[in-house]
C-alpha cells in the first residue's frame, strides 16, 4: 500500500499539547489568516513544542475540543480554504555543510519535531543529551512491529535516501556514534532500499531484527544493538543511545535542508472494518472521521465497534472519529469486533503457565505482579518484583491463556504507587 | 459517525489460546497413553478412566452449582485430572476407586482451595495418594496380563530380579493403565514442543533422578538398570504431566529447574531406600510443598537487574546473589533426608539382620524338631553361591533358593535339611519359607519368614489348614488345586481366595524339594 498524500477539506483541529511537556501557547487570534508551516502556537519552555498550521484559512476559534485521548482540551480551530497555500521561508534545498551544530537543533526545534513512533518526545530536547560525546549509538527505528501498522515500511520504501541523510545530520551532533538502523526481517524490501542508500556511508549500518513484538520497543532495540539492559529509571542517553523513529528522521531531514516545519507524516489506515485501507501522508489537524469518508468508508454492513488511534497492541481507543490527528499518530485500525469483549466472556483463573513470563521483554514476572496488585500489595509489587519497570507493551495480556487483564492492572497499580510517591514526597 | 465505541486498556488484540484450548491439548497429549492402556489391559481400563474422568467433571459441577462459582467446569481443567488419576490407577481397580479418587482431588484439593490455579498439590496426585493410604490393598493389586499372575515390574526390581524393559516401554507389563513409556513420551515431547509443559522441569527430573539412580543405586550407570527405572514406577509420567502442573511448580526458570531437581533426587531416594513402587507419586506432591519457598527465594529479576545483563550499565543492585543460598537450602534438604534415611538403615541393618537370622534359626528348628544343631556344609553352600541369586529353574515362577543347612541330631546323626527358599510372585511382595526334609526326602514342614499377604486372604498361608498339608508327605513335587478336593499325595489344597499366595507358597516348596533332590542328594 504505497503512500498516497491526503489534502483534507474539512476544519482542522490542532490542539495545543501534542507532545510531552507543557502545553504550547497560542500566537494568533480568532479571524487571523495562516498559511501551511505557520507557527500557530509557541513552546512554552525547554520541554515543549511548537504547534504549526498544515493548511490556510483562517483561525476560526480557540477553544476546548474533544481529542483522542477522550478529553477535552485547548485547542486552535483552523477554517480550511482548501488552498495549501504555504508560508514563505521553507521549501528550498540548502547546503547543509555550512550548518553548524547549534543551527541544526535549532532548525529541529523550530520545525516543532516531536518523536514520531507514539510518546511525541520533543526531539530537540532529546538531541541535547548531558554528554554528546558519550552517544554510541543512533538508532533508527524502523522495526513497526505493531501488527497491522505499514506506514514505516512504505516511507523507508520510498524515502530512504532521505531518511539516511537525516541519520547523516544527527550523527553530526554525536562525534562517536554509529548509526543503526533497525528493521524487522518482514520487510525486505525496506530493508534492501535502506541498504541501498546507506551503502558507501561512514558510520551507519542497517540492522535486520527478528519479527517479534516489541521489537520496536526504546528499549527492545537498545537491547539488541547495544546490548544494553536498563532500570526504567534511567533513560536511552545513560547507556549512549538515542532512539529516533524513521518518520522522525526523515523530518529532521526535512527541517534542517528544506527549513520545512512538521505538519505532515504518514498514517496506515487499516483494521477489517476498513473498506479501502492504505497508507497516508496525512496533515496534522485533520479529522480521523474525514480522512475514513475520504478513503471509502466502512466495509459495507460492518458496523464500527472500535477504533485504534496506533495498532492493536498499544494503540489507543477512541469514543470517537471526530477527533483531530496528531503528530505522532501513525495509524487508525477500525475493527468490527472487539477482542477485549470477546477475551473478557473467556476469562478464567490465572493457570501460572507462565506465557507472560515467556514474553515479557523486561524480564518481569507478570503472573506474581498481577497476584500482588490484585492483593493490593503494592510493596511486594514495586520492590520484590520490580513492577515499576512494566513499559505496558501488552504483550503480556495479548498472551495470556486465561485471558486476565494483566496490563490493566499493571497500569493501575503503578499509578497508585506514583501517586502514593508523590504524596509521600510532597510532605 | 458511530458514537458507541468500545473504549478498554490496551492491547486490543489476543492471541489465539485460551484455558480451554491448552486443556484440550494436554487431554489429547494423554490420549495415546489411554489408548495403549485399553487395548493392552482390556475395556475394564477404559470403564476406569471413563469413571474417573465422568466423576471429576460432575464432582466441579456440582461445587459449582453449590457454591455459585460460576461455570468452570467448563474450562476442562476437570477432564485433564481425571484422566492422569485414572491413567495412574490400576486397570482392574473397582467402580469406586476412580469415583472416589477424583472426588476427593476436585472437591477437597482443587476447590476447597479455591479453584483452578489454587490448589498447593497436583489434585490428580493427591488424589491417587488418598487412594493408597485409604485403600492400600486394592490400589496395588495390578491385572493380570494375558492371565499370568505378575507383580508389578518396579516390585520386580526391588526384589532384584531382572525385568523387561522392552514390555514396559511399549506398555504391556503390568501396571497402571498408563504405563505405556513411549506412549507418555509421545504425549509428553508433543506437550513440550508446543511450549505447553517447561522442558527445564521435565528435564531437570528426569536427568536428576538418573544420576541419582546411577550415583547411589548401587548398580552404578548400567544402562539396563536406569532404563528399568526410569520405564517404572510413573517416572515418565510425573516428569512430564505431574511435575510440570502450572499451579503446582514454580514461577522463574531457575526455580523450575531446582524444583525438577529436588523432584528427581526425592524419586530415587525413596527408589532406592524406601519401598513402596508409588513413591514417585509422594517425591511430586512433597517437590509441590516446596513451591512457595522455592518461589520465594528464587524470583527472576528484571533483564535490567541480572548480573550477566548488566554488561556496560553498571547502575544495578547486587543481583544472582541471592540465588545460591535456596539452592543450598534445598540440596540439603535432599541431602540430609537422603544421609537421615540412610543412616537408620545402616544402624538398624544389624539388628535387622540379628533378628533375621533368629527367625531363620527358629523356623529351622520348627521344620526340623529332631534336630539339636545345625551346621552350614562348605559343597552345599557352593551349590546356593553357584545359583547366583537367578531365579531357580524353570518350573517354579520366580523362586529363589537362600540357604541350606544341616540340621543333627543328638547323637550327631543327620535328621534332616532345612531349606529357606522365595517366592517372588506373592500377592504382595516376596514370600520366604523354610522347608524341613528327612534324609530320606520326607517333608517334615514348612515355616514362613517372610510373609506380607493381604490379611485374612493370602495370609491364611500361615495358618495350620493350609501349612500342615505339607507336613510327612513324600512327593517330590506339588500340584495346588482348588480348595476341599486334594485326595491324591501330591495335591495341595489352596487357601480359598488366595491362590496367588498359595501358587507362590507351592512353587517355593516345590523349589526346595527340587534342590534338595537334585543338589543335596544328587550331590552326597
Same mark, same amino acid.
Given at each position: 500500500?504505497?503512500?498516497?498524500?491526503?489534502?483534507p477539506? *474539512?476544519?482542522?483541529?490542532?490542539?495545543?499539547?501534542?507532545?510531552?511537556?507543557k502545553?504550547a501557547?497560542?500566537?494568533?487570534?480568532?479571524?487571523?489568516?495562516v498559511?501551511?508551516?505557520?507557527?500557530?502556537?509557541?513552546?512554552?519552555?525547554?520541554?515543549?513544542?511548537?504547534?504549526?498550521?498544515?493548511?490556510? #484559512?483562517t483561525?476560526?476559534?480557540?477553544?476546548?475540543?474533544?481529542?483522542?485521548?477522550?478529553?477535552?482540551?485547548?485547542?486552535?480551530?483552523?477554517?480550511?480554504?482548501?488552498?495549501?497555500?504555504?508560508?514563505?521561508?521553507?521549501?528550498?534545498?540548502?547546503?547543509?555543510?555550512?550548518?553548524?551544530?547549534?543551527?541544526?537543533?535549532?532548525?529541529?526545534?523550530?520545525?516543532?519535531?516531536?518523536?514520531?513512533g507514539?510518546? +511525541?518526545?520533543?526531539?530537540?530536547?532529546?538531541?541535547?543529551?548531558?554528554?554528546?560525546?558519550a552517544?554510541?549509538?543512533?538508532?533508527?527505528? +524502523?522495526?513497526?512491529?505493531?501488527?497491522?501498522?505499514?506506514?514505516?515500511?512504505?516511507?523507508?520504501?520510498?524515502?530512504?535516501?532521505?531518511?539516511?541523510?537525516?541519520?547523516?545530520?544527527?550523527?553530526?551532533?554525536?562525534?562517536?556514534?554509529?548509526?543503526?538502523?533497525?528493521?524487522?526481517?518482514?520487510?525486505?524490501?525496506?530493508?534492501?532500499?535502506?541498504?541501498?542508500?546507506?551503502?558507501?556511508?561512514?558510520?551507519?549500518?542497517?540492522?535486520?531484527?527478528?519479527?517479534?513484538?516489541?521489537?520496536?520497543?526504546e528499549?527492545?532495540?537498545?537491547?539488541?544493538?547495544?546490548?544494553?539492559?536498563?532500570?526504567?529509571?534511567?533513560?536511552?542517553?545513560?547507556?549512549?543511545?538515542?532512539?529516533?523513529?524513521?518518520?522522525?528522521?526523515?523530518?529532521?531531514?526535512?527541517?534542517?535542508?528544506?527549513?520545512?516545519?512538521?505538519?505532515?507524516?504518514?498514517?496506515?489506515?487499516?483494521?477489517?472494518?476498513?473498506?479501502?485501507?492504505?497508507?497516508?501522508?496525512?496533515?496534522?489537524?485533520?479529522?480521523?472521521?474525514?480522512?475514513?469518508?475520504?478513503?471509502?468508508?466502512?466495509?459495507?454492513?460492518?458496523?464500527?465497534?472500535?477504533?485504534?488511534? *496506533?495498532?492493536?497492541?498499544?494503540?489507543?481507543?477512541?469514543?470517537?472519529?471526530?477527533v483531530?490527528?496528531?503528530?505522532?499518530?501513525?495509524?487508525?485500525?477500525?475493527?468490527?469486533?472487539?477482542?477485549c469483549?470477546?477475551?473478557?466472556?473467556q476469562?478464567?483463573?490465572?493457570?501460572?503457565?507462565?506465557?507472560?513470563?515467556?514474553?515479557?521483554?523486561? #524480564?518481569?514476572?507478570?503472573?506474581?505482579?498481577?497476584?500482588?496488585?490484585?492483593?493490593?500489595?503494592?510493596?511486594?509489587?514495586?520492590?520484590?518484583?520490580?513492577?515499576?519497570?512494566?513499559?505496558?507493551? *501488552?504483550?503480556?495480556?495479548?498472551?495470556?491463556?486465561?485471558k486476565?487483564?494483566?496490563?490493566?492492572?499493571?497500569?493501575?497499580?503503578?499509578?497508585?504507587?506514583?501517586?502514593?510517591?508523590?504524596?509521600a514526597?510532597?510532605? | 459517525m458511530?458514537?458507541?465505541?468500545?473504549?478498554?486498556?490496551?492491547?486490543?488484540?489476543?492471541?489465539?489460546?485460551?484455558?480451554?484450548?491448552?486443556?484440550?491439548?494436554?487431554?489429547?497429549?494423554?490420549?495415546?497413553?489411554?489408548?495403549?492402556?485399553?487395548?493392552?489391559?482390556?475395556?475394564?481400563?477404559?470403564l476406569?478412566?471413563?469413571?474417573?474422568?465422568?466423576?471429576?467433571?460432575?464432582?466441579?459441577?456440582?461445587?459449582?452449582?453449590?457454591? &455459585?462459582?460460576?461455570?468452570?467446569?467448563?474450562?476442562?481443567?476437570?477432564?485433564?485430572?481425571?484422566?492422569?488419576?485414572?491413567?495412574?490407577?490400576?486397570?482392574?481397580?473397582?467402580?469406586?476407586?476412580?469415583?472416589?479418587?477424583?472426588?476427593?482431588?476436585?472437591?477437597?484439593?482443587?476447590?476447597?482451595?479455591?479453584?483452578?490455579?489454587?490448589?498447593?498439590?497436583?489434585?490428580?496426585?493427591?488424589?491417587?495418594?488418598?487412594?493408597?493410604?485409604?485403600?492400600?490393598?486394592?490400589?496395588?493389586?495390578?491385572?493380570?496380563?494375558?492371565?499370568?499372575?505378575?507383580?508389578?515390574?518396579?516390585?520386580?526390581?526391588?526384589?532384584?530380579?531382572?525385568?523387561?524393559?522392552?514390555?514396559?516401554?511399549?506398555?504391556?507389563?503390568?501396571?497402571?493403565?498408563?504405563?505405556?513409556?513411549?506412549?507418555?513420551?509421545?504425549? =509428553?515431547?508433543?506437550?513440550?514442543?508446543?511450549?505447553?509443559? &517447561?522442558?527445564?522441569?521435565?528435564?531437570?527430573?528426569?536427568?536428576?533422578?538418573?544420576?541419582?539412580?546411577?550415583?547411589?543405586?548401587?548398580?552404578?550407570?548400567?544402562?539396563?538398570?536406569?532404563?528399568? &527405572?526410569?520405564?517404572?514406577?510413573?517416572?515418565?509420567?510425573?516428569?512430564?504431566?505431574?511435575?510440570?502442573?502450572?499451579?503446582?511448580?514454580?514461577?522463574?526458570?531457575l526455580?523450575?529447574?531446582?524444583?525438577?531437581?529436588?523432584?528427581?533426587?526425592? =524419586?530415587?531416594?525413596?527408589?532406592i531406600?524406601?519401598?513402596?513402587?508409588?513413591?514417585?507419586?509422594?517425591?511430586?506432591?512433597?517437590?509441590?510443598?516446596?513451591?512457595?519457598?522455592?518461589?520465594?527465594?528464587?524470583?527472576s529479576?528484571?533483564?535490567?537487574?541480572?548480573?550477566?545483563?548488566?554488561?556496560?550499565?553498571?547502575?544495578?543492585?547486587?543481583?544472582?546473589?541471592?540465588v545460591?543460598?535456596?539452592?543450598?537450602?534445598?540440596?540439603?534438604?535432599?541431602?540430609?533426608?537422603?544421609?537421615?534415611?540412610?543412616?537408620v538403615?545402616?544402624?538398624?541393618?544389624?539388628?535387622?539382620?540379628?533378628?533375621?537370622?533368629?527367625?531363620?534359626?527358629?523356623?529351622?528348628?520348627?521344620?526340623?524338631?529332631?534336630?539339636?544343631?545345625?551346621?552350614?556344609?562348605?559343597?552345599?553352600?557352593?551349590?546356593?553361591?553357584?545359583?547366583?541369586?537367578?531365579?531357580?529353574?524353570?518350573?517354579?515362577?520366580?523362586?529363589?533358593?537362600?540357604?541350606?543347612?544341616?540340621?543333627?541330631?543328638?547323637?550327631?546323626?543327620?535328621?534332616?535339611?532345612?531349606?529357606?527358599?522365595?517366592?517372588?510372585?506373592?500377592?504382595? =511382595?516376596?514370600?520366604?519359607?523354610?522347608? =524341613?526334609?528327612?534324609?530320606?526326602?520326607?517333608?517334615?514342614?514348612?515355616?514362613?519368614?517372610?510373609?506380607?499377604?493381604?490379611?485374612?486372604?493370602?495370609?491364611?498361608?500361615?495358618?495350620?489348614?493350609?501349612?500342615?498339608?505339607?507336613?510327612?508327605?513324600?512327593?517330590?513335587?506339588?500340584k495346588?488345586?482348588?480348595?476341599?478336593?486334594?485326595?491324591?499325595?501330591?495335591?495341595?489344597?489352596?487357601?480359598?481366595?488366595?491362590?496367588?499366595?498359595?501358587?507362590?507358597?507351592?512353587?517355593a516348596?516345590?523349589?526346595?524339594?527340587?534342590?534338595? &533332590?537334585?543338589?543335596?542328594?544328587?550331590?552326597?
Open positions: 500500500m504505497p503512500l498516497r498524500d491526503f489534502l477539506q *474539512g476544519e482542522m483541529v490542532f490542539p495545543l499539547s501534542q507532545h510531552i511537556g502545553p501557547k497560542p500566537i494568533v487570534k480568532k479571524n487571523d489568516p498559511l501551511v508551516g505557520q507557527r500557530i502556537a509557541e513552546a512554552d519552555g525547554f520541554v515543549s513544542a511548537h504547534v504549526i498550521c498544515s493548511c490556510s #484559512g483561525v476560526k476559534a480557540i477553544e476546548k475540543r474533544r481529542v483522542l485521548t477522550g478529553a477535552m482540551m485547548d485547542c486552535i480551530v483552523v477554517d480550511n480554504d482548501g488552498a495549501f497555500t504555504p508560508a514563505e521561508g521553507f521549501g528550498q534545498r540548502e547546503d547543509a555543510s555550512k550548518l553548524t551544530n547549534d543551527d541544526i537543533l535549532a532548525r529541529v526545534q523550530e520545525a516543532a519535531i516531536v518523536g514520531l507514539g510518546a +511525541g518526545f520533543p526531539t530537540h530536547v532529546k538531541l541535547r543529551p548531558k554528554d554528546p560525546a552517544i554510541r549509538y543512533i538508532i533508527a527505528n +524502523g522495526a513497526e512491529c505493531e501488527p497491522y501498522l505499514t506506514c514505516n515500511d512504505q516511507l523507508m520504501r520510498t524515502r530512504a535516501a532521505e531518511i539516511v541523510e537525516g541519520l547523516e545530520l544527527m550523527l553530526r551532533l554525536f562525534p562517536n556514534a554509529e548509526g543503526v538502523i533497525g528493521i524487522e526481517r518482514n520487510k525486505p524490501e525496506a530493508i534492501s532500499a535502506m541498504e541501498a542508500a546507506v551503502s558507501g556511508k561512514n558510520r551507519m549500518r542497517v540492522l535486520p531484527l527478528k519479527t517479534k513484538y516489541p521489537q520496536g520497543g528499549r527492545s532495540l537498545i537491547q539488541v544493538v547495544a546490548g544494553a539492559n536498563f532500570p526504567i529509571t534511567k533513560l536511552p542517553a545513560d547507556v549512549g543511545c538515542i532512539v529516533e523513529n524513521v518518520g522522525t528522521i526523515y523530518a529532521i531531514q526535512r527541517a534542517v535542508l528544506y527549513h520545512e516545519p512538521l505538519f505532515s507524516h504518514c498514517l496506515t489506515l487499516t483494521g477489517e472494518a476498513v473498506k479501502n485501507p492504505g497508507n497516508y501522508i496525512i496533515r496534522d489537524g485533520t479529522s480521523f472521521s474525514e480522512l475514513l469518508e475520504a478513503s471509502g468508508g466502512l466495509k459495507e454492513g460492518v458496523t464500527l465497534k472500535k477504533a485504534l488511534c *496506533g495498532g492493536p497492541m498499544m494503540g489507543i481507543p477512541l469514543g470517537s472519529l471526530d483531530p490527528i496528531q503528530k505522532q499518530n501513525n495509524g487508525l485500525t477500525l475493527l468490527p469486533e472487539d477482542p469483549e470477546i477475551a473478557e466472556a476469562m478464567t483463573a490465572c493457570l501460572h503457565c507462565g506465557r507472560c513470563t515467556t514474553v515479557c521483554p523486561m #524480564g518481569l514476572l507478570p503472573q506474581l505482579m498481577a497476584e500482588a496488585a490484585d492483593d493490593g500489595d503494592l510493596d511486594r509489587y514495586e520492590k520484590k518484583l520490580y513492577g515499576l519497570e512494566c513499559i505496558q507493551c *501488552g504483550s503480556c495480556t495479548y498472551i495470556c491463556p486465561a486476565r487483564p494483566l496490563m490493566q492492572t499493571f497500569k493501575q497499580a503503578k499509578a497508585e504507587i506514583m501517586a502514593r510517591k508523590r504524596a514526597g510532597g510532605k | 458511530n458514537t458507541a465505541l468500545n473504549i478498554s486498556s490496551s492491547p486490543h488484540t489476543r492471541d489465539k489460546w485460551s484455558t480451554a484450548f491448552i486443556m484440550r491439548v494436554v487431554t489429547l497429549s494423554l490420549l495415546p497413553a489411554s489408548l495403549v492402556g485399553v487395548i493392552v489391559y482390556g475395556w475394564n481400563a477404559l476406569v478412566l471413563a469413571l474417573s474422568v465422568a466423576s471429576a467433571v460432575a464432582s466441579e459441577f456440582l461445587f459449582d452449582k453449590l457454591t &455459585h462459582k460460576g461455570d468452570t467446569w467448563k474450562d476442562g481443567s476437570a477432564v485433564v485430572t481425571g484422566l492422569m488419576l485414572g491413567l495412574c490407577l490400576s486397570p482392574s481397580a473397582p467402580w469406586y476407586i476412580p469415583v472416589l479418587g477424583s472426588m476427593f482431588a476436585i472437591l477437597v484439593v482443587k476447590c476447597c482451595f479455591g479453584g483452578l490455579g489454587k490448589n498447593f498439590v497436583n489434585p490428580a496426585l493427591a488424589g491417587r495418594c488418598f487412594l493408597l493410604i485409604s485403600f492400600g490393598k486394592v490400589m496395588s493389586a495390578y491385572q493380570i496380563v494375558d492371565g499370568v499372575s505378575m507383580a508389578t515390574p518396579i516390585a520386580a526390581l526391588k526384589g532384584g530380579s531382572a525385568v523387561n524393559i522392552t514390555q514396559m516401554f511399549l506398555g504391556t507389563a503390568n501396571g497402571v493403565i498408563g504405563s505405556s513409556i513411549l506412549a507418555l513420551l509421545v504425549g =509428553g515431547l508433543a506437550l513440550w514442543a508446543l511450549d505447553i509443559i &517447561h522442558g527445564q522441569i521435565c528435564f531437570s527430573v528426569l536427568i536428576s533422578f538418573t544420576a541419582a539412580m546411577g550415583l547411589f543405586g548401587g548398580q552404578g550407570f548400567d544402562v539396563k538398570f536406569l532404563l528399568a &527405572h526410569l520405564c517404572g514406577g510413573g517416572v515418565v509420567m510425573g516428569a512430564f504431566f505431574m511435575a510440570t502442573d502450572y499451579v503446582t511448580s514454580p514461577v522463574s526458570r526455580g523450575q529447574t531446582v524444583y525438577g531437581v529436588l523432584i528427581g533426587l526425592l =524419586g530415587a531416594v525413596f527408589r531406600k524406601g519401598g513402596a513402587p508409588d513413591s514417585f507419586s509422594y517425591s511430586v506432591i512433597i517437590a509441590n510443598l516446596f513451591v512457595p519457598m522455592i518461589d520465594t527465594y528464587i524470583l529479576k528484571p533483564f535490567a537487574y541480572r548480573r550477566l545483563a548488566r554488561g556496560k550499565w553498571d547502575g544495578s543492585g547486587p543481583l544472582l546473589k541471592r545460591p543460598r535456596p539452592v543450598i537450602v534445598l540440596t540439603s534438604i535432599a541431602l540430609i533426608a537422603g544421609v537421615a534415611l540412610s543412616g538403615y545402616a544402624l538398624t541393618k544389624g539388628t535387622i539382620e540379628e533378628q533375621h537370622r533368629a527367625a531363620q534359626a527358629a523356623s529351622y528348628k520348627v521344620v526340623l524338631p529332631s534336630a539339636e544343631s545345625f551346621e552350614v556344609d562348605a559343597a552345599l553352600d557352593q551349590a546356593v553361591a553357584d545359583l547366583n541369586g537367578q531365579v531357580y529353574g524353570s518350573d517354579f515362577g520366580r523362586s529363589y533358593i537362600n540357604e541350606v543347612f544341616i540340621g543333627r541330631d543328638a547323637a550327631g546323626e543327620i535328621a534332616g535339611y532345612a531349606i529357606s527358599a522365595t517366592s517372588a510372585d506373592g500377592f504382595d =511382595g516376596n514370600i520366604t519359607l523354610a522347608v =524341613g526334609v528327612s534324609p530320606d526326602g520326607t517333608l517334615n514342614g514348612i515355616s514362613f519368614t517372610e510373609l506380607n499377604e493381604t490379611p485374612g486372604m493370602g495370609m491364611r498361608a500361615d495358618e495350620p489348614e493350609f501349612k500342615e498339608q505339607f507336613n510327612g508327605r513324600t512327593a517330590t513335587r506339588f495346588l488345586i482348588k480348595a476341599g478336593s486334594a485326595i491324591a499325595e501330591d495335591e495341595i489344597d489352596s487357601v480359598s481366595g488366595a491362590s496367588i499366595t498359595s501358587s507362590a507358597v507351592v512353587n516348596v516345590n523349589a526346595a524339594l527340587d534342590f534338595f &533332590h537334585t543338589t543335596v542328594k544328587g550331590g552326597n
